[in-house]
């Protein structure tokens, strides 16, 4: 399967000032040149690598399109075979000319992620390399796009392949031990042992916690924003967002679903949902988006409790114990509370709202003010003190399965240490370890994994 010659269209689909068509595979450059003329009558065969050629594909005497044509000559390209890649015109009806052309010229269509999974066969990239390149195309903000681009550079695999080869090493080791049982000899010095694997549970401990953080900025960070009808919650998602994409009205209950939108604050990426309003209502349908409410409460990382600083300046108490209720019901969720509609109050007032409700947030959605504070309480809810320091931070649930796994192997490798146990036992949990540590890089695949990670890419990657 993995010996032919695959083509795909590597841009978007749909039209467009030019797309981008990708061959590769052993006879790649040979089809092309049955199908390319050059300007200047060039033979494509002949051509070095790393090269660009203006010409025309030509099915049979019918000019398709004027193209460029880039030569990537194995093993010096992106999968390390011989790859071709064609900018034509992006009219769909040229894309489909010559897709179709080179596949009646032996071609057949890639799969998904097969470009990048050839890459991987032929050692260009390792897994968890190959699966940041779906990250990076997937990134949507700063933060994602560091961590992405960080690890297909390999900052991840460098750190996991160090820690394996040098269990590796001593892995072999006691396997020799066994070899040699009678002369109850020692190869493996075990101070030394102890010493490797104490730095790898340190490494490995880093790694996990590290996908707390890693997860939320892939996925962006939900934060939920709830409060009673009416208070300006549509009107602070609108100043957050910097555009009107909520619902605004003087209509208590207007917003009667839940409404999400998406913003990068400090690189970071936030989601945030604008719920129904939160109070007793004989109303269906609002009772209905109240319940979703709580529902986005339990799914969100962070709450804003939101309440009207004019309307309840002489209710201050009630408020406070609405508050009391949410932290109570969910004491581990961070919980911003705000007082909005502060240009109506004067400073008798706003010291009041102070002193009766701690770590209050003042702010006019409507006039802006308080917005900038906002942002960066959100930030500092956020640690990415990993991130800032260019630490490797770990985003993808399979790494972080395989790591969990590997690091209770260690812990048995550890404990067995401290208890004298003998070599080939220990080896046996060694072997497992060093098993999930080849999970991650590649050492160690199978075609289900490998189907179930490309099949999430696109098909011209």
């Given at each position: ?158 750190e ?13 080791l ?19 042992f ?62 009667r ?18 719920t ?23 799914q ?20 406070r ?78 790494h ?43 050492e ?18």
């Amino acid at each position: 399967m993995h010996n032919d010659t695959i083509v795909a269209l590597a841009t978007p689909s749909g039209s467009g000032a030019i797309a981008v068509i990708r061959l590769s595979g052993s006879e790649a450059i040979t089809i092309a040149s049955k199908c390319f003329k050059s300007v200047t009558n060039k033979d494509l065969k002949e051509q070095s690598t790393h090269t660009i050629h203006l010409g025309h594909i030509m099915d049979a005497k019918k000019t398709v399109d004027e193209v460029l044509l880039s030569v990537f000559k194995n093993p010096n390209s992106y999968t390390g075979e011989d790859v071709i890649e064609i900018s034509c015109h992006g009219s769909s009806y040229i894309q489909q000319e010559i897709i179709q052309l080179f596949l009646r010229q032996g071609c057949r269509m890639a799969t998904a992620g097969e470009f990048t999974l050839r890459a991987f066969l032929n050692g260009k990239l390792d897994l968890s390399q190959a699966e940041a390149v779906a990250d990076l195309i997937s990134s949507d903000n700063e933060a994602s796009h560091q961590i992405a681009m960080q690890q297909m550079r390999g900052g991840f695999s460098s750190e996991i392949a160090k820690l394996r080869e040098e269990l590796l090493n001593f892995a072999s080791l006691i396997e020799l031990e066994l070899d040699f049982a009678e002369e109850d000899v020692e190869f493996a010095d075990r101070t030394q042992f102890k010493q490797l694997i104490e730095r790898i549970n340190f490494v490995l401990k880093r790694l996990i916690d590290s996908f707390a953080v890693g997860n939320v900025i892939k996925n962006g960070i939900p934060v939920a924003i709830v409060g009673e009808p009416n208070v300006g919650k549509s009107t602070l998602l609108n100043a957050l967002l910097n555009e009107d994409r909520a619902i605004v009205s003087e209509i208590a209950g207007t917003t009667r679903d839940t409404i999400e939108d998406e913003i990068s604050i400090g690189g970071i990426g936030f989601r945030f949902i604008d719920t129904a309003g939160i109070r007793e209502t004989k109303d269906v349908v609002e009772s209905i988006g109240i319940k979703k409410t709580f529902e986005k409460i339990e799914q969100s990382q962070v709450t804003i409790y939101l309440f009207d600083a004019q309307k309840n300046s002489d209710n201050l108490e009630a408020v406070r114990i609405e508050v009391e209720k949410i932290r109570n019901k969910y004491p581990q969720k961070p919980l911003l509370v705000i007082a909005n509609k502060i240009d109506a109050l004067d400073d008798l007032q706003l010291a009041e709202i102070n002193r009766t409700i701690a770590d209050v947030l003042l702010l006019s959605a409507k006039t802006g003010f308080g917005v900038e504070q906002l942002t960066s309480s959100l930030l500092n809810l956020i640690n990415t003190g990993a991130l800032r320091n260019n630490e490797t931070i770990v985003t993808n649930s399979r790494h972080y399965d395989a790591l969990l796994k590997a690091f209770e192997e260690i812990q048995k490798v550890q404990h067995g240490l401290e208890t004298g146990l003998s070599g080939d036992l220990l080896a046996i949990d060694i072997r497992q370890a060093l098993y999930h540590f080849g999970e991650i890089t590649g050492e160690i695949t199978n075609d289900d994994l490998l189907g179930n990670i490309f099949a999430n890419f696109c098909i011209g990657k």
